[in-house]
């Protein structure tokens, strides 16, 4: 399976609709960034859309939008 596109609403950290596009052209993919910036919230979105694998709705939804 070939991923083109994330997108995310509203996912832990990240607020409203966020869409990476993913380069058809590489092979490798390097996700960097700050602590905290959401590098491993994006693996277990992922996680979760591929595997079912999730945990509480409280845990999975960005704060502000569950405000």
Same mark, same amino acid.
Do not use: H
């Given at each position: 399976?070939?991923?083109?596109?994330?997108?995310?609403? *509203?996912?832990?950290?990240?607020?409203?609709?966020?869409?990476?596009?993913?380069?058809?052209?590489?092979?490798?993919?390097?996700?960097?960034?700050?602590?905290?910036?959401?590098?491993?919230?994006?693996? *277990?979105?992922?996680?979760?859309?591929?595997? *079912?694998?999730?945990?509480?709705?409280?845990?999975?939804? *960005?704060?502000?939008?569950?405000?």
């Amino acid at each position: 399976m070939k991923i083109n596109k994330i997108k995310l609403f *509203n996912y832990r950290q990240y607020c409203n609709e966020q869409v990476i596009n993913i380069p058809e052209n590489g092979k490798i993919i390097i996700i960097r960034g700050e602590n905290g910036a959401g590098k491993t919230n994006l693996i *277990n979105g992922l996680t979760w859309c591929l595997y *079912n694998e999730k945990t509480s709705i409280k845990e999975l939804i *960005n704060d502000k939008a569950l405000n």
